[in-house]
Nanobody
Framework: QVQLVESGGGLVQAGGSLRLSCAAS????????MGWFRQAPGKEREFVAR????????NYADSVKGRFTIARDNAKNTVYLQMDTLKPGDAAVYYC?????????????????WGQGTQVTVSS
């Protein structure tokens, strides 16, 4: 079982930026897609972004497209989520997750390891 540890959350004003990091244990990090999800109070967990393990292909939820960027550094076993032009609606607990395969998915049941989450708060 891989261990995932997120960091980088915090309080930011609307329009500001944050960069989340997720450090993974294990030796096969590059073989798996990684994803970011988020969950706001009273809402279901939702897909934010994913990056494949093989060729680094990415895709994003429509709500964050053009504002968020997912990236990975396989040498450091770390995946990042750069969040720019943050809006109050982006406030949530953000989770990174490792997919069951190299492609990943927008569905959370296709991920088998999860971090503990990091809180992002956006003030208006």
């Amino acid at each position: 079982q891989v261990q995932l540890v997120e960091s980088g959350g915090g309080l930011v004003q609307a329009g500001g930026s944050l960069r989340l990091s997720c450090a993974a244990s294990g030796r096969t990090f590059s073989s798996y897609a990684m994803g970011w999800f988020r969950q706001a109070p009273g809402k279901e967990r939702e897909f934010v972004a994913r990056i494949s393990g093989s060729d680094g292909r990415t895709n994003y939820a429509d709500s964050v497209k053009g504002r968020f960027t997912i990236a990975r550094d396989n040498a450091k076993n770390t995946v990042y989520l750069q969040m720019d032009t943050l809006k109050p609606g982006d406030a949530a607990v953000y989770y990174c997750a490792r997919a069951r395969n190299y492609r990943g998915s927008v569905y959370d049941d296709q991920y088998d390891s999860w971090g503990q989450g990091t809180q992002v708060t956006v003030s208006s």
